[in-house]
T-cell receptor, first 111, second 116 residues
Framework: QKEVEQDPGPLSVPEGAIVSLNCTYSNSAFQYFMWYRQYSRKGPELLMYTYSSGNKEDGRFTAQVDKSSKYISLFIRDSQPSDSATYLCAMSVSAGNKLTFGGGTRVLVKP | DGGITQSPKYLFRKEGQNVTLSCEQNLNHDAMYWYRQDPGQGLRLIYYSQIVNDFQKGDIAEGYSVSREKKESFPLTVTSAQKNPTAFYLC???????????????FGPGTRLLVL
């Protein structure tokens, strides 16, 4: 069983819809949680970072962490075709510890 | 224009051949990393270096080697011992340490390695 699980998709939504992404994990020691966006044949770029449990909002993006359920989510409001990409979750035990990545979810936003 | 560059964009390897992937950064970051990405498996850490002339194995180091002679450069060699080298290879850097949380890892554009 992988340490971080993520549905590979693809997740197809119409433009303007809310995109809902999630990851589950098994290591209760994880405290730092990140979401990266990766366009096809490009390197990942950091979208959101959250420490411990709670919500964080940045523009159209909202990240949620539920440590009791070992579950994290990313919501994208008012989705645009330019949001079509693979979204990777990543987490670490501490700021000085390596990142463990999920397999990524491919998202398609149709105009 | 600061960032991380990787070359080549595509690389073809013949049976039994060693090949070297280049990674250069001008962000003045201390730490550099190499990841391998396979479909559906996310990123897996191959090697990392927190300081010049020092590096450590990641989760899947077998069949790979690295060097860190300069702060801005961290080349990865895929040796003939790596039996399944076809993958997308990503280089990353961060200010220091094994980045997590606030300490962002910045990624290069990647090199796609294919076996002939």
């Amino acid at each position: 069983q992988k340490e971080v699980e993520q549905d590979p998709g693809p997740l197809s939504v119409p433009e303007g819809a809310i995109v809902s992404l999630n990851c589950t994990y098994s290591n209760s020691a994880f405290q730092y949680f990140m979401w990266y966006r990766q366009y096809s044949r490009k390197g990942p770029e950091l979208l959101m970072y959250t420490y411990s449990s709670g919500n964080k909002e940045d523009g159209r993006f909202t990240a949620q962490v539920d440590k009791s359920s070992k579950y994290i989510s990313l919501f994208i409001r008012d989705s645009q075709p330019s949001d079509s990409a693979t979204y990777l979750c990543a987490m670490s035990v501490s700021a000085g510890n390596k990142l463990t990545f999920g397999g990524g979810t491919r998202v398609l936003v149709k105009p | 224009d600061g960032g991380i560059t990787q070359s080549p964009k595509y690389l073809f390897r013949k049976e039994g051949q060693n090949v070297t992937l280049s990674c250069e950064q001008n962000l003045n970051h201390d730490a550099m990393y190499w990841y391998r990405q396979d479909p559906g498996q996310g990123l897996r850490l191959i090697y990392y270096s927190q300081i010049v002339n020092d590096f450590q194995k990641g989760d899947i180091a077998e069949g790979y080697s690295v060097s860190r002679e300069k702060k801005e450069s961290f080349p990865l060699t895929v040796t003939s011992a790596q039996k399944n080298p076809t993958a997308f290879y990503l280089c990353a850097s961060s200010i220091q340490g094994l980045a997590g949380g606030r300490e962002t890892q910045y990624f290069g554009p990647g090199t796609r390695l294919l076996v002939l």
